[in-house]
């Protein structure tokens, strides 16, 4: 199954995996705690990026809308 261009599938092996090898190495935990960590910390940096690149393109929008308006209204009162 793919979910944005990932193979979810495959995704789902690989964490058993990984979890099946904690499971046998407990020693390993500590490495994949801090790398939850790393996930977490990229995955929250990533939501906030887009968040202000969303809201960039919007007010980039909505200024492009009144420059429209303006000119149009512009364009009216020559006429």
């Given amino acids: 199954m793919q979910h944005a261009g990932v193979d979810v599938g ?4 690989v964490i058993k995996s990984i ?3 904690l499971r046998r190495q407990p020693q390993l935990l500590d490495n994949f705690e ?13 939501h ?3 968040y202000a690149l969303q809201k960039t393109f919007r007010t980039y ?3 492009s809308l009144e420059i429209i308006r ?3 209204i512009g364009m009216s009162v020559a006429r």
């Fill in 19 to 21: 979890w099946l090898r």
């Fill in 70 to 72: 303006v000119i149009y």
């Fill in 48 to 50: 906030l990026d887009y």
């Fill in 61 to 63: 929008a909505e200024s």
């Fill in 34 to 46: 801090l790398l939850l960590r790393r996930l977490t910390s990229q995955l929250h940096r990533s």
């Fill in 10 to 13: 495959r995704s789902e092996d």
